[in-house]
Every structure is written in structure tokens, then in C-alpha cells.
């Protein structure tokens, strides 16, 4: 990657940054700008770019529980909105064509089909960068969008082999014997340890996984996604996904600006991709609906819409495909490029207020909700609790055994990862499955005996969102919460926390004192 490539898209993404809104924003404006100075894309930068897409899909996959792929809320949601979104677009678009608009009128009802069909997928890399970004890939609303995503992934194979016409090796179900190799990868996580060999492993994986499905005529990305879900149980698969998030977000720059390398746009085009885009509020609607009739909560069915909505780089795939085969004219291409981008825009804007704007619509979204509740969805009441610790990672689990020590079984625990609880819960620990930023979850709970809240989470947005949510239930109690970072500090204590520990000084102090009774112990 040429060093203007970086210094552009570091200038973009930090001025967005500075303005509140996510840097992928920043580096999809960095692309169009190094294309109108009459950059091109290099062959490193795509090479990145795909490096990115595959360390993105080995992450979803260890962080992903298959069983989640089972639940009609995914599966029936995602089928049933592929069908009438393309139904409701071949509609509008022939609306469009009959009232004269010059690029929908070239095209044939197979040709919108086939449109469609490439606007009907979201993306993976914007919904999973925000996701992560948010910390929300493992609540309930998170799992549901990711597990859509993979169910369009497992569509997007099928379609790529009934339109190039190749389809899977006779080797292909040689696949299956992996299963008896994953012993010697077992013990070799094991070896490995917690250094440099950890990443590298992650890439062996999820390039092996790659490259394996490439060989047997498969979807190499979906490969690496299948290893992914393939390692989730494994003890180091959290920590294999940490030690390889900043190389994945470093390469995804790389798909970001290449999006902006397609081709400049012109006046007509940016129209065109704008018009598009006024459809993402039915793409919106359509998940909203059929998720509150799936009988998923009103909040969860809101925020795994509002981050659905949005056009995918599959779609692109799709268009390139049906430009070389002269199904489509190669300015289509352009058009989907730029409303790609605008979408991601949209989402990037959208989401990040997505919280405050569920307290202020709740009220009307829960008129959709169904009177039957799911049974991961029902609330569940902290008995005698008058201390919660919310997230139970490395430090909130100390926290809560340190405090269950001391009071016993009126400290409570919550999380919003149920794998994690349920693990907890086993060990014999009185916890339960929480969204802290979940308004309805706190109007739901009797906060009047709960005199201390512990906020031991990693992200500070997430920290002052839950704040934000205790006060709005009008919460009497005390809170506590854990900086990383000096900075982090008076941000918190402004967004109400009564006490901030800095996570490395306070673990600095703590290991001081209670070494200093070695000195007391031996006097």
C-alpha cells in the first residue's frame, strides 16, 4: 500500500472520528478522494483488502454458536425477507421504468430480478465492524443480525454456483475429515501460549480454512467462517479473536478505500445510487416486521433492523458478474459502488444514536411486539440482589467473586453473552443474561433494594450508555465503573458514574497491598 493511501485515509478517518461518527466513514470518503487524484488501486491494497474479509469472517465464526442458525427467527427471517424484498423491489423498480426513468427502462424483468437479488443482501463488513465497534456482538440483537448474515453468506454460495456453473469438487466432502485433525490443533492452541505464535496460528486457520474450500471449488471465505464456528468452543477462541482484532481492522482500510477505486461517479450515477437508497427504509421495515412476527422483543427486532439496512459488497460481486456477462452495462457497477457507500453511510450515522432513538420510539414499536415471548427474551429478577456487576470478563468476574466473599448472595452478576452465563452459571455463580442497555430490561427490575451497580465493561460509549439508561429508570443507587485510560475518567464521572477505577493503577495498587503483607506476615 503506497504511503498517500495511508495518510489519506488516516486524515479521513480521524476528522470523522473528531466529528463523532464512525472512522469507516472517513476511509470510504478516503478512497473516492485518492480516486479523484487519480490514484488506482494497488495490487497490495486488494490483497489487504481480502486478507481483511477473511480475518473478519474467522472472527465472526469463533465468536458464533451454530445452534443460533437454527432458530426460526433467523433462518424463516432471513428466507422470507430475501422473497418479498425481491418481490416488492421487482415492483418498484418496474414503477420506476414505467414512469420513463432512462436506466430502469433497459432493463428486463430478469435483469431487476437479478438487481434484487444483489440489493437484498447487507454487509458483513459494515454490520460486523459497527457491532464490534459497539460491543453488541454477542446480545441478543447482535446474534440475530449476525446469524442472518451468515444465512445470506450460505445463499450467496448457492447463487455463485448456479451462475458460474461451477460447482463443488468430488473432493468436497473431504472436508468432514478436519474434524479428526482438530486433537492436533487442540493441543497445539495449547502450546502456542499467549505471544506472538497466537495470531499466527489465527491466520494459519483462517487462511488454511480459506484456501482448503478454494481447492474443493467452495466459497473460500465461507471456509474460513465454517473454521471459525469450527474453533468457537475451543477455551483460547476469545482470546485467538482478540490477538487478531487489529490486524483485521487494519486490512479492512483496505476493502474500504477499494470500494472508492471502483470509478468515479457522475452526476447521473450519484442520482441513480441515491434513488436506490431510498429503498433501505422498506429493507428496515421488512426486517422490523417479520422479526416482531418471528416474536422477537420490539427493541431486539429495532436495533438488528436498523443495522440490517443496509447494502452489501456481495451485491457488487453479483453486478461484476452480470457486467461480464452483458446482462447488465458496466455503468450498473458504478451505481451499486456508490450506493454501497451511501448505505454504509446511513448505517454508520443511524446506529450510533440507535439506543436513544428505541426510548423515544418504544412506545410505538412495542404496539408490534407479539403477547408470547421467546424464552431467551423473558426477564428474569435478581432476587435480594443490592449489588449487580455487570459484565462477567476477567475483571467483572473478580469484582463479583471479591463482593460475594463479603455479602454473599446479594451480589448478583449479569451479562449479555448467554454462552457465558451459562458457563457461569453452571460453576454455581448467581448470575443472569442482561443487555445493560436495555431500557426495558431496567423498567422491568425492581432497582429499589440494588444499592451499588459495577459497570466493568471494556468500552466507555458503553459504560455512559447504561449510565444514561439507570437514570432514565430513575435509579437511586450508586455506580462504579472501570477506565482503561486516564482520559477515559472525567467522561465517565460526567456521564454520572459516583466512582472510576483506572483498571492498571487500581491493579497496580491492589497488587502492592497485598504484597506488602508478605513483608507484615514474616515481622
Excluded at 82 to 97: K, M, P, Y
Excluded at 154 to 178: E, Q
Aim: with cysteine; proline share 3%; charged share 15%.
Amino acid at each position: 500500500m503506497e504511503f498517500v493511501f495511508i495518510l489519506v485515509a488516516f486524515i479521513c478517518g480521524l476528522a470523522i472520528k473528531m466529528a463523532g461518527f464512525p472512522p469507516l466513514i472517513g476511509f470510504l470518503m478516503a478512497g473516492f478522494a485518492l480516486n479523484f487524484l487519480g490514484y488506482e488501486a494497488s495490487p497490495s491494497l486488494e490483497v489487504l483488502a481480502e486478507l481483511g474479509i477473511t480475518l473478519m469472517l474467522f472472527t465472526i465464526g469463533l465468536k458464533l454458536n451454530v445452534r443460533d442458525l437454527y432458530k426460526k427467527e433467523v433462518w424463516l427471517g432471513s428466507i422470507s425477507h430475501s422473497i418479498i424484498w425481491i418481490t416488492l423491489l421487482n415492483i418498484a423498480v418496474t414503477g420506476l421504468a414505467w414512469l420513463g426513468l432512462n436506466a430502469f427502462t433497459e432493463l428486463t424483468l430478469f435483469d431487476i430480478t437479478l438487481l434484487a437479488f444483489a440489493l437484498s443482501f447487507s454487509s458483513t463488513v459494515c454490520i460486523v465492524k459497527i457491532l464490534e465497534d459497539s460491543g453488541e456482538i454477542k446480545t441478543r440483537h447482535g446474534k440475530v443480525a449476525i446469524g442472518v448474515l451468515v444465512m445470506q453468506d450460505i445463499i450467496a454460495v448457492l447463487f455463485m454456483v448456479i451462475a458460474t456453473g461451477k460447482i463443488p469438487s468430488v473432493w468436497a466432502p473431504l472436508l468432514l475429515l478436519l474434524y479428526f485433525a482438530k486433537p492436533f490443533f487442540k493441543k497445539s492452541l495449547e502450546i502456542v501460549g499467549h505471544g506472538e505464535l497466537l495470531p499466527l496460528s489465527g491466520f494459519l486457520l483462517a487462511l488454511g480454512g480459506y484456501e482448503l474450500f478454494e481447492l474443493v471449488g467452495i466459497k473460500g471465505d465461507l471456509g474460513a467462517l465454517i473454521i471459525g464456528m469450527f474453533w468457537a468452543p475451543h477455551s483460547k477462541a476469545a482470546e485467538l479473536s482478540k490477538s487478531l482484532m487489529s490486524f483485521k481492522d487494519l486490512f479492512l482500510i483496505g476493502f474500504f478505500l477499494n470500494i472508492g477505486f471502483t470509478a468515479l461517479p457522475t452526476f447521473e450515477l450519484v442520482g441513480m445510487a441515491l434513488l436506490l437508497c431510498l429503498f433501505i427504509p422498506i429493507k428496515f421495515i421488512l426486517f422490523f416486521r417479520l422479526f416482531t412476527w418471528l416474536k422477537l422483543r420490539a427493541r431486539t427486532s429495532y436495533l438488528a433492523s436498523l443495522v440490517l439496512s443496509n447494502y452489501s459488497e456481495f451485491g457488487l460481486i453479483v453486478v461484476a458478474l452480470l457486467v461480464s456477462t452483458g446482462v447488465l452495462e458496466a455503468k450498473w457497477l458504478v451505481i451499486l459502488a456508490l450506493a454501497l457507500s451511501f448505505s454504509f453511510l446511513l448505517t454508520g450515522l443511524l446506529y450510533r444514536n440507535s439506543h436513544n432513538q428505541y426510548n423515544k420510539l418504544k412506545a410505538y414499536l412495542k404496539t408490534f411486539e407479539s403477547p408470547t415471548r421467546l424464552a431467551e427474551d423473558t426477564y428474569v429478577q435478581p432476587k435480594n440482589a443490592e449489588v449487580l456487576v455487570l459484565g462477567m470478563g476477567r475483571v467483572g468476574k473478580g469484582a463479583y467473586s471479591s463482593l460475594n466473599n463479603m455479602l454473599g448472595e446479594k451480589v448478583w452478576g449479569m451479562d449479555a453473552d448467554p454462552v457465558r452465563i451459562a458457563k457461569l452459571q453452571k460453576a454455581g455463580l448467581q448470575v443472569l443474561v442482561g443487555d445493560g442497555e436495555d431500557i426495558d430490561l431496567w423498567d422491568n427490575m425492581d432497582l429499589g433494594k440494588i444499592q451499588l451497580i459495577l459497570l466493568a465493561l471494556p468500552s466507555i460509549e458503553d459504560i455512559c450508555n447504561i449510565t444514561e439508561q439507570l437514570q432514565h429508570a430513575n435509579y437511586q443507587g450508586k455506580i462504579a465503573s472501570i477506565a482503561r485510560y486516564e482520559d477515559e475518567i472525567q467522561p465517565l464521572i460526567d456521564a454520572g458514574s459516583d466512582k472510576v477505577f483506572n483498571f492498571f493503577t487500581e491493579a497496580g495498587t491492589g497488587f502492592a497491598e497485598e504484597s506488602v503483607q508478605l513483608l507484615t506476615s514474616e515481622a
